[in-house]
């Protein structure tokens, strides 16, 4: 696992305080679109098919501020849309930053290079730019549907590390994916210099161009299990070790939607990042008024069935680790030997 020791502390100190407090849902994690426009059309993302008006939205520093304030979460993920066209980016970040929040940036890092020479950022132990990645050259090119993606996007990560900046990769798996050339993916990012990446099965958009290729759970299973048996020594996963064991099969966890909740142009997304079943208008309305009972492999909801996503069972794994006293050794062991 590659994560600083700075993170993992306020992590795990956070999450103690939820626990001695009595809280069995809190937040780990808060997701903040303040956009849905992007300048890629990928095939299994819903995002940009919303209507043009929708898509000329975006939300104000100040709401987004907002958001995270009242969610309390000590990491924010900045998705989209792409959040490299959100107009007051460097700002947004700024404010984050100095707020002492762990901050990952995803972008598809075609406009990245073109940020970091005008200065919006500054390296920062607080901000990582999470850079989409699903593969190699052909793989990544064709899951985003335009040719050239994957050598921009490369040639962005060496100039982000270039300059200081901290920057990990995100990968999301479809079914027909070749273990082997995803290893072999894995150690093309490390020869990058990336900090560690991120992965997980794409989960069906309702609204994603392209329906037939998200995996189902016995194929994810199978699938990951031959991606990351006997996983190199060099490989860094920004991830729990315990939900990359739960991909493969070795762990039975059910989903906690609450721990990564969405905030974006509507609200307070219920019930997580995945679904588009009604919005809250605040964080404390989406924790006391949706009804969870209704979400996860358990309660028998068809939607969630299939679904390993990490954005419902990181958060799983990261409670797993501090529940018990085996749960963190076998944590600390995967850490420590690097073995899944």
Same mark, same amino acid.
Not at 32 to 43: D, G
Not at 166 to 195: C, I, K, S, Y
Not at 222 to 230: G, Q
């Given at each position: 696992?590659?994560?600083?020791?700075? /993170?993992?502390?306020?992590?795990?100190?956070?999450?103690?305080? /939820?626990?001695?407090?009595?809280?069995?849902?809190?937040?780990?994690?808060?997701?903040?679109?303040?956009?849905?426009?992007?300048?890629?059309?990928?095939?299994?993302?819903?995002?940009?098919?919303?209507? &043009?008006?929708?898509?000329?939205?975006?939300?104000?520093?100040?709401?987004?501020?907002?958001?995270?304030?009242?969610?309390?979460? !000590?990491?924010?993920? +900045?998705?989209?849309?792409?959040?490299?066209?959100? !107009?007051?980016?460097?700002?947004?970040?700024?404010?984050?930053?100095?707020?002492?929040?762990?901050?990952?940036?995803?972008?598809?890092?075609?406009?990245?290079?073109?940020?970091?020479?005008?200065g919006a950022f500054e390296p920062s132990?607080?901000?990582?730019?999470?850079?989409?990645?699903?593969?190699?050259?052909?793989?990544?090119?064709?899951?985003?549907?335009?040719?050239?993606?994957?050598?921009?996007?490369?040639?962005?990560?060496?100039?982000?590390?270039?300059?200081?900046?901290?920057?990990?990769?995100?990968?999301?798996?479809?079914?027909?994916?070749?273990?082997?050339?995803?290893?072999?993916?894995?150690?093309?990012?490390?020869?990058?210099?990336v900090e560690g990446m991120m992965i997980?099965?794409?989960?069906?958009?309702?609204?994603?161009?392209? /329906?037939?290729?998200?995996?189902?759970?016995?194929? &994810?299973?199978?699938?990951?299990?031959? +991606?990351?048996?006997? !996983?190199?020594?060099?490989?860094?996963?920004?991830?729990?070790?315990?939900?990359?064991?739960?991909?493969?099969?070795?762990?039975?966890?059910?989903?906690?939607?609450?721990?990564?909740?969405?905030?974006?142009?509507?609200?307070?997304?219920?019930?997580?990042?995945?679904?588009?079943?009604?919005?809250? &208008?605040?964080?404390?309305?989406?924790?006391?008024?949706?009804?969870?009972?209704?979400?996860?492999?358990?309660?028998?909801?068809?939607?969630?069935?299939?679904?390993?996503?990490?954005?419902?069972?990181?958060?799983?794994?990261?409670n797993h680790t501090f529940a018990s006293?085996?749960?963190?050794?076998?944590?600390?062991?995967?850490?420590?030997?690097?073995?899944?």
């Amino acid at each position: 696992m590659s994560v600083p020791v700075s /993170q993992m502390w306020a992590v795990a100190s956070y999450v103690m305080r /939820q626990r001695l407090a009595g809280r069995t849902r809190y937040p780990l994690v808060l997701m903040l679109e303040p956009l849905f426009r992007c300048n890629l059309a990928c095939a299994g993302c819903g995002k940009i098919q919303y209507p &043009a008006q929708i898509l000329r939205k975006h939300l104000t520093v100040e709401q987004c501020l907002g958001a995270v304030d009242e969610c309390g979460a !000590p990491i924010v993920s +900045i998705p989209g849309g792409e959040p490299l066209m959100y !107009p007051e980016i460097g700002r947004l970040v700024r404010e984050l930053v100095a707020r002492k929040k762990y901050v990952y940036l995803c972008t598809n890092a075609l406009l990245l290079k073109d940020k970091l020479a005008t200065g919006a950022f500054e390296p920062s132990k607080y901000l990582s730019f999470s850079i989409h990645m699903d593969g190699l050259r052909a793989e990544h090119d064709e899951a985003v549907c335009r040719d050239g993606v994957y050598d921009e996007a490369v040639e962005a990560i060496r100039e982000a590390l270039r300059r200081g900046f901290r920057v990990t990769t995100n990968t999301t798996l479809f079914d027909g994916a070749n273990p082997l050339r995803t290893r072999e993916f894995f150690d093309a990012m490390m020869d990058l210099g990336v900090e560690g990446m991120m992965i997980s099965p794409g989960y069906s958009y309702a609204k994603a161009p392209d /329906q037939e290729h998200f995996l189902r759970r016995q194929r &994810a299973n199978e699938l990951f299990s031959r +991606i990351l048996t006997h !996983p190199q020594r060099r490989w860094k996963f920004n991830q729990s070790p315990l939900f990359l064991q739960f991909l493969m099969g070795k762990r039975d966890f059910e989903c906690t939607p609450w721990g990564n909740p969405t905030y974006n142009i509507f609200g307070w997304q219920r019930p997580c990042y995945l679904l588009q079943e009604g919005y809250a &208008a605040t964080f404390k309305e989406l924790l006391e008024t949706t009804r969870w009972e209704r979400y996860g492999r358990k309660s028998g909801n068809d939607k969630c069935r299939d679904c390993m996503v990490h954005c419902g069972y990181e958060p799983t794994a990261v409670n797993h680790t501090f529940a018990s006293w085996r749960g963190f050794v076998d944590t600390v062991a995967a850490t420590v030997t690097g073995r899944l």
